[in-house]
């Protein structure tokens, strides 16, 4: 009796927990490729993967005496690694209704709040935060969405205070226009959101325009799907639920494999890169 108990309420848990995942009720055949990773039991979804992570966490040096910001947290792998170290605050800005309320839920109460916003208006307070980062975020939004979210971290700093970026990159810095957008063309076919990477320069280049003075770079390639990441990043038990969920699901298969299929066709031109950038005091044409 009480191992059938065990098993209902095992069986109510993983249904509840699945209900909560981003694109529940969705069809998978048009859901964003992020949230179709996570249905199949991702749980890092950023490019660089928890190496490149772990990397720009040190970078950004966080301690007990900061008040951290994260822009789309997704499944809440870095939220809870930086919780780890102990802020003082943290803030999760996430637009994703589905993904902010099991982030709400899964979170420890007290210093961790979730709030679901567009990271360009987030509500916050101005120079509430000594650290503000985002992966896996900037790549897929316009141009000018790109600056406004800088625009938002950069308002929400206090001078000193430390952004950082996770994010996709092309690779030459001088790789050509038409290789560009032959790349974000079938991206964005295969993934179902707009992505518009930036070269490592360029990325630079835009913290810089804002007032963010990059102190830290580095980079990783687009292995997100291939075996060994796979195994670094989510661990032998998750990666062998993984190929179950996608043995099963023909839909979700072929998905996955169809992302993993671009990933690897433009290896060359694509990789990962994270920056770490601090806030200037003032500078000139820009909100102080
Ligand atoms: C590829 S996932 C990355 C999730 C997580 N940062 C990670 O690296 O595992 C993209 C995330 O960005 C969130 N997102 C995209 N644009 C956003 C915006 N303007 N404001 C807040 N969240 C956003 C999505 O809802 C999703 O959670």
Same mark, same amino acid.
């Given at each position: ?18 209900? @909560? ?40 040096? &966080? ?41 709400? !839920? ?42 406004? &979210? ?25 790789? !050509? ?27 630079? @280049?835009?913290?810089? @325009? ?21 195994? @670094?990043?989510?661990? &032998? ?52």
């Amino acid at each position: 009796m009480a191992r059938m108990v065990d098993a209902c309420g095992e069986q109510c848990e993983r249904s509840a927990v699945h209900s @909560q995942l981003p694109g529940a009720g969705q069809r998978l055949e048009k859901m964003q490729g992020h949230w179709v990773l996570a249905r199949a039991g991702k749980r890092v979804l950023r490019p660089g993967g928890l190496g490149l992570t772990r990397r720009m966490i040190d970078a950004l040096s &966080i301690s007990s005496d900061d008040r951290v910001v994260e822009f789309a947290p997704g499944m809440g792998v870095t939220a809870r690694m930086v919780l780890r170290r102990k802020p003082s605050r943290y803030w999760g800005v996430e637009r994703e209704p589905a993904a902010a309320a099991r982030l709400e !839920s899964l979170l420890p109460k007290g210093t961790a709040k979730i709030v679901g916003a567009q990271a360009e208006h987030s509500g916050l307070l101005g120079a509430c935060a000594s650290v503000v980062y985002g992966e896996a975020m900037l790549s897929m939004q316009t141009p000018q969405q790109k600056n406004r &979210i800088i625009s938002e971290a950069r308002r929400l700093l206090v001078p000193g205070g430390r952004y950082g970026i996770h994010e996709l990159c092309f690779r030459p810095d001088g790789i !050509s226009e038409a290789v560009r957008r032959e790349i974000e063309v079938e991206m964005s076919k295969e993934i179902h959101v707009g992505v518009q990477p930036l070269c490592t320069a360029e990325w630079k @280049q835009l913290l810089e @325009q804002q007032g963010l003075k990059v102190i830290w770079c580095g980079e990783a390639d687009l292995d997100l799907l291939e075996p060994r990441r796979m195994l @670094q990043d989510e661990g &032998i038990l998750r990666c062998l639920k993984i190929v179950c969920n996608v043995a099963k699901d023909p839909v979700l298969r072929q998905r996955i494999l169809a992302i993993r299929s671009i990933f690897r066709k433009y290896g060359e031109h694509l990789g990962a890169v994270s920056m770490v950038a601090t806030r200037m005091e003032s500078v000139a044409g820009l909100p102080s």
